[in-house]
């Protein structure tokens, strides 16, 4: 009896290359994509950190394999590979998860999900974020007389209290809200400069073209060129006007919401409540802003300075992991970022398992650095609200 032959899996038809694109189109416009591209950031350097290892380590294959520069450089050769290809995987699992929440069909995720991964690593090449201007230039050491009275305090997550760790989380929550906004609404009153020029230039065009049509028909023709000029000239500053508005609208959209917000209030639980059912307003200020490219959220560096030096805390990196922690957590709440949906009560310290009290998890801890300093620093320095 001849055996059959198994049934072969009818090919897949490969995605068109226009619908491919207007899908990697689609996924470069959501906040996701921002966290890919830090990613594609991140697997650059350590590429490049570990070619710069591999080649030094080439140099020294003379040396005997017992040699200790040798050894040294294996390791940080090895850990460095390793480094990147964890790197490599989470940035892969991102770009699958952006890529499955799309309507492209399942066949094709895995295609365009390295498509979208090779987007945003070329796209990270080409857009002006280098190591060297992430690395701020090193400080001349200050004299002695110069350095705080009081010694800087560094905060070890160890040390950190329950009703600390509860307060860490009421902060985390308020960067959740919208912030107070400082400034004055301009609701009700007169448009802006730009808006008034616009709607100007929209009567002169409308009217110098008409003027120049009824002069071309029936009246003399120097007139009918004078209308025509006025015509195209304000045609040309409608244009130039409505570029400026529209430019002015992308940059507001892209620091939404933290634009112009500087006030936050955090509600702490009343730790005179036995049930903790109660919470106490208290503000704090916190200018955050996108960096340059666009990529990263930033603390103003002068806030930074501000909360160091009026909470005698060193926090350093921390700023910036605060940062990052706030975009991801947004990106998170949209189902776009990597990871689950955080819960409000509990965005930094969570339920131990083993007993009644909060921890901080592990990765936490790892991806974003001396976080619990930053929010410490801006635990002692609240205000109540008024």
């Known amino acids: 009896m001849t055996a059959t032959a198994p049934a072969q899996a009818p090919a897949v038809t490969p995605i068109h290359p226009e619908a491919a694109a207007l899908l990697i189109s689609e996924q470069r416009a959501r906040t996701g994509y921002r966290s890919l591209l830090q990613y594609a950031h991140e697997l650059h350097q350590q590429a490049a950190n570990a070619q710069d290892l591999h080649e030094?380590?080439?140099?020294?294959?003379?040396?005997?394999?017992?040699?200790?520069?040798?050894?040294?450089?294996?390791?940080?050769?090895?850990?460095?590979?390793?480094?990147?290809?964890?790197?490599?995987?989470?940035?892969?699992?991102?770009a699958r998860r952006m890529i499955r929440s799309s309507s492209a069909a399942r066949h094709h995720h895995e295609y365009l999900a390295t498509l979208l991964l090779d987007t945003a690593r070329q796209?990270?090449?080409?857009?002006?974020?280098?190591?060297?201007?992430?690395?701020?230039?090193?400080?001349?050491?200050?004299p002695s007389s110069a350095h705080a009275v009081h010694p800087a305090l560094t905060i070890d997550p160890v040390q950190i209290l329950h009703e600390q760790r509860?307060?860490?989380?009421?902060?985390?929550?308020?960067?959740?809200?919208?912030?107070?906004?400082?400034g004055d609404s301009h609701l009700g009153t007169t448009a802006d400069e730009d808006t008034?020029?616009?709607?100007?230039?929209?009567?002169?065009?409308?009217?110098?073209?008409?003027?120049?049509?009824?002069?071309?028909?029936?009246?003399?023709?120097?007139?009918?060129?004078?209308?025509a000029q006025l015509a195209c000239d304000a045609e040309t500053q409608y244009q130039t006007v409505h570029a400026r508005i529209q430019r002015a609208h992308r940059d507001g959209r892209r620091s939404a919401p933290w634009q112009d917000g500087t006030t936050w209030t955090a509600h702490l639980p009343d730790h005179n409540d036995p049930d903790l059912a109660q919470t106490i307003p208290f503000h704090f200020h916190l200018d955050l802003r996108w960096s340059d490219d666009g990529l990263a959220l930033l603390v103003e560096p002068h806030d930074a300075a501000h909360f160091e030096r009026q909470s005698g805390i060193t926090v350093g990196r921390g700023w910036h992991s605060l940062a990052r922690w706030i975009l991801d957590t947004h990106a998170r709440l949209g189902g776009e970022?990597?990871?689950?949906?955080?819960?409000?009560?509990?965005?930094?310290?969570?339920?131990?398992?083993?007993r009644d009290g909060l921890r901080l998890p592990p990765t936490l801890e790892s991806r974003y650095p001396n976080l619990i300093a930053a929010l410490e620093a801006l635990r002692v320095t609240l205000t109540p609200a008024t």
């Not at 002169?204 to 029936?218: E, G, I, N, Q, V």
């Not at 970022?337 to 083993?354: M, Q, S």
């Open 166 to 182: 509860q307060e860490h989380n009421a902060i985390a929550a308020a960067f959740l809200g919208r912030p107070r906004r400082t």
């Open 337 to 354: 970022g990597p990871g689950p949906r955080p819960r409000h009560e509990h965005l930094i310290w969570t339920p131990a398992t083993d």
């Open 196 to 227: 008034a020029l616009l709607l100007d230039t929209n009567r002169d065009r409308h009217s110098h073209a008409l003027l120049a049509a009824r002069y071309l028909l029936t009246g003399p023709d120097t007139l009918a060129r004078h209308h």
């Open 123 to 142: 796209e990270a090449l080409q857009r002006p974020l280098r190591a060297a201007q992430l690395r701020t230039a090193p400080r001349p050491a200050l």
């Open 56 to 94: 030094t380590l080439h140099d020294l294959s003379a040396f005997p394999e017992e040699d200790d520069d040798r050894k040294a450089y294996d390791t940080r050769y090895q850990a460095a590979r390793a480094e990147l290809e964890v790197t490599r995987q989470q940035a892969q699992q991102h």
